[in-house]
């Protein structure tokens, strides 16, 4: 009986252990527990989605334990959904970064992954904010240099038209600037000087504007262990596809701008050679990651992403720099 107790009050005292805060109030960390990760969805999605549910489901059977929070602009699906076109998104990654940080398991910092547009989002949460911190991104398909197209909607997606109808009206208008979710990173080769005069949320996250460059924007992303860039092959929906690698189209030459489009890669960029927001310098240390997916947008094979998502998903909390070692 005197043994039985002494092990149930060794049970007691370990529980204790792994459940107990320190003084300043973070959680004592097992070795063993997976760093959590976040997951912003794109276009014409919602955050509680089949798909979505479907994919955080494969992810927790991969990585046994792991948090996985899908962020959300309304907790209606619906709302939710509307939300991908219509809002401003300056506000929106206020919000989000506000939700993040009030979920206690991310306090230790997190990996995200960023669907279509939720890739440039994520990073915008990353250069703003970044507290928590994240320690991988991977974003699939996002459009990072902006679109020079709106992207096309199918037959019986009302949201989308509308969103595209609305833009088409005059994309860099003040209404659409902070209305419209796809106008505030469309960047029109041709119309640069008015895309910089009016857009608000990607010439700031890409610190476009000599006047109001943020250094913390690029302090910030430059802190990151890994920035995983998925490209898809036969993508139609992203005008340029490039976007994905921080490419764009060149400006025209001709006058009437029916000159052959020339893509702009990310290594040419003037936000890389003069390293605006950090890139270069995350590129310099081996922790930028190109790489492509077969297929349309959004096309997501599994043998695609699986080996992503494993390789920099789900690493220990305890070391920021094991994802680093394991995909070398």
Known sequence: ????LLLA??????????TSAFPTGQTILRADTPRPLVIWHGMGDSYGSPGMLQFMDIVRKMHPGIFVHSIYLDED????????????????????????ANLTDLQHGFDAIGFSQGGQFLRAYIE????????????????????SD??????????????????????YNTWAQEHLVQAQYFRDPSQL???????????????????TVNATYSRNLASLNALVLMLFSADKTVVPKETSWFGSYAPPNSS???????IVPMRMQPLYTED???????????????????GEHMQLNRDCWEPIVKNYVGGSLKDRHLDALRSV
């Not at 009050?9 to 792994?18: D, N, R, V």
């Not at 709106?150 to 994309?171: E, I, K």
């Not at 009437?256 to 020339?262: C, I, L, M, R």
């Open 276 to 294: 605006w927001i950090g890139l270069r310098e995350l590129d310099e240390r081996g922790a930028v990651h190109l790489d492509t997916c077969e």
């Open 150 to 171: 709106l992207p096309m909607c199918g037959p019986s997606d009302l949201l989308c038209q509308l969103a595209r109808r609305a833009a088409r009206g005059g994309v």
């Open 77 to 100: 699906l619906k709302e939710d959904e509307k939300a991908g076109f219509f809002g401003d998104m300056n506000e929106n990654i206020e919000r989000v970064a506000e939700q993040l």
């Open 1 to 4: 009986m005197l043994v039985k």
């Open 256 to 262: 009437d701008g029916q000159a052959e489009k020339t």
């Open 128 to 147: 703003r904010y970044n507290s928590p911190p994240v320690n991988n991104l991977i974003t699939f398909g996002s459009q990072h240099m902006g679109i």
């Open 9 to 18: 009050s060794l049970c007691t005292i370990s529980l204790a252990l792994q």
């Open 193 to 211: 000087d008015l895309y910089l005069k009016t857009n608000k949320f990607l010439t700031s996250i890409n610190n476009e504007i000599p006047q």
